[in-house]
């Protein structure tokens, strides 16, 4: 099994929609999670990083981390077209290297 | 204000030949990394330098040579290039590895695309 795991979509959500993309993990260890966005052809960039359980906010989105079900979520409030990426998620392993999901592809339609 | 540069951008290569992605970094980071990405796999760390001098395997070390040329550069070589090694080669560097802090994050370089026929 893999560590961290996502559904890969697409996850298709009309303009000005709340999007809301998964992510679970198997390391009941993890206490900290990335979120990277990912451009077509282009490379990985950060977007967020959560720590402990609960939610924690920075502009349109909220990262929301719950340990006890082993899963982090993003939520993407009022998308837009440009939101429309793959969203990686990545957690640390127990070799502390940042072990990634399979991404998930969101399309905004306006 | 460069970040991560990662040469060629696209290589095209035939079975057996040899090769070397090249990956240098102007950020004064201590660690580095490659990563293939291959359609919904993610990306799978293959080789990382922790620092100047150390190189360790990672995920999918097989058919990878790598070499911390200094602190700025990292380069990965394939000797005898497979088609299954076709795919997307990110490098990628970090201030260090405390990621479970969030004291450090990957930045990345624009990516490799190699075809291997």
């Known amino acids: 099994q893999k560590e961290v795991e996502q559904n890969s979509g697409p996850l298709s959500v009309p303009e000005g929609a709340i999007a809301s993309l998964n992510c679970t993990y198997s390391?009941?260890?993890?206490?900290?999670f990335f979120w990277y966005r990912q451009y077509s052809g282009k490379s990985p960039e950060l977007i967020m990083f959560i720590y402990s359980n609960g939610d924690k906010e920075d502009g349109r989105f909220t990262a929301q981390l719950n340990k006890a079900s082993q899963y982090v979520s993003l939520l993407i409030r009022d998308s837009q077209p440009s939101d429309s990426a793959t969203y990686l998620c990545a957690a640390p392993n127990a070799g502390n290297m940042l072990t990634f999901g399979g991404g998930t592809r969101l399309m905004v339609k306006p | 204000n460069a970040g991560v540069t990662q040469t060629p951008k696209f290589q095209v290569l035939k079975t057996g030949q040899s090769m070397t992605l090249q990956c240098a970094q102007d950020m004064n980071h201590n660690s580095m990394y490659w990563y293939r990405q291959d359609p919904g796999m993610g990306l799978r760390l293959i080789y990382y330098s922790a620092s100047e001098g150390t190189t360790d395997k990672g995920e999918v070390p097989n058919g990878y040579n790598v070499s911390r040329l200094n602190k700025r550069e990292f380069s990965l070589r394939l000797e005898s290039a497979a088609p299954s090694q076709t795919s997307v080669y990110f490098c990628a560097s970090s201030e260090g590895q405390r990621f479970f802090s969030g004291a450090n994050v990957l930045t990345f370089g624009a990516g490799s695309r190699l075809t291997v026929l």
């Open positions: 390391d009941r260890g993890s206490q900290s």
